[in-house]
C-alpha cells in the first residue's frame, strides 16, 4: 500500500531530544518531498520542515531552525526529524506528508495544501 508511518515520538523533558522517522511504502523518495507538521492541542496545524527530492534542499519554520535537522536516507525510503533543544511549545502530534511536488513549496516552512499523502502521526510530548 501506499503510506507513511511515522515513528520516534514519546514524552522528553525540557533541553531534551528526539529523532522522529517517517517510513514510506509503496513509492519512492526519489520524486517526492516530504515535510513534517505539528499540531499542538488546541492549535492549528503548522509547517515545521520539509526536504525536497530533487537537490535535497531544506526548509524550516523560525521557531525550530537551530534545533531541528531533516535528513533523508532513500535506501531505506525514510525521512528522519532530528529535534534537538526541545521546549514545551514543541509538544504535539507530529505528521510526515508527501508532496505533490518534487521540490518544497512554502514561505517559512512547507505548506499542507500541497501534501497529498499523510501518515496519522506520533506523540511528541516535553515536560518536567
Known amino acids: 500500500q501506499v503510506q507513511l508511518v511515522e515513528s520516534g515520538g514519546g514524552l522528553v523533558q525540557p533541553g531534551g531530544s528526539l529523532r522522529l522517522s517517517c517510513t514510506a511504502s509503496g513509492f519512492t523518495l526519489d520524486y517526492n518531498a516530504i515535510g513534517w507538521f505539528r499540531q499542538a492541542p488546541g492549535k492549528e496545524r503548522e509547517g515545521v520542515s520539509c526536504?525536497?527530492?530533487?537537490?535535497?534542499?531544506?526548509i524550516y519554520v523560525d521557531s525550530v531552525k537551530g534545533r531541528f535537522t531533516i535528513s533523508r536516507d532513500n535506501a531505506k525510503n525514510t525521512v528522519y526529524l532530528q529535534m534537538n533543544s526541545l521546549k514545551p511549545e514543541d509538544t504535539a502530534v507530529y505528521y510526515c506528508?508527501?508532496?505533490?511536488?518534487?521540490?518544497?513549496?512554502?514561505?517559512?516552512?512547507?505548506?499542507?495544501?500541497?501534501?497529498?499523502?499523510w501518515g496519522k502521526g506520533t506523540l511528541v510530548t516535553v515536560s518536567s
Open positions: 526536504i525536497s527530492a530533487r537537490t535535497s534542499s531544506t
Open positions: 506528508a508527501r508532496s505533490r511536488y518534487s521540490y518544497c513549496a512554502g514561505y517559512g516552512g512547507p505548506t499542507p495544501g500541497n501534501m497529498d499523502l
